[in-house]
């Protein structure tokens, strides 16, 4: 079992940064890949990016491509998602996820609760 929470939400203005945080609770979280999504109001969950268990990162969603950044630290449990130069379409709930199986929106194992983020122009 593995507990999710994500932290580091807020208001911010376009152009601004923000790093959310995932901090994972239970047992051998670096044996799973974990991947950001996020939710518009009134739109679907969408896939961002994805870190392997081994390190590798899937491409980003090509509206982040260049601006968005995931990194793991399995001493510390904990996956980020550097934000910068943030537009007010980034405006969304954040989630990470966690896998043992592939990663993609319809086979994580565990969710977190979300952090809002809100980008104002």
């Known amino acids: 079992q593995v507990q999710l929470v994500e932290s580091g939400g807020g208001l911010v203005q376009a152009g601004g940064s923000l790093r959310l945080s995932c901090v994972a609770s239970?047992?051998?979280?670096?044996?799973?890949?974990v991947g950001w999504f996020r939710q518009a109001p009134g739109k679907e969950r969408e896939f961002v990016v994805g870190?392997?268990?081994?390190?590798?990162?899937?491409d980003y969603r090509d509206s982040v491509k260049g601006r968005f950044t995931i990194s793991r630290d399995n001493a510390k449990n904990t996956v980020y998602l550097q934000l910068n130069s943030l537009k007010p379409e980034d405006t969304a709930v954040y989630f990470c996820?966690?896998?043992?199986?592939?990663?993609?929106?319809?086979?994580?194992?565990?969710w977190g609760k979300g952090t809002l983020v809100t980008v104002s122009s």
């Open positions: 996820a966690a896998t043992l199986g592939r990663l993609g929106i319809e086979h994580m194992d565990y």
């Open positions: 239970g047992r051998a979280f670096s044996r799973y890949s």
């Open positions: 870190m392997r268990w081994s390190g590798g990162t899937t």
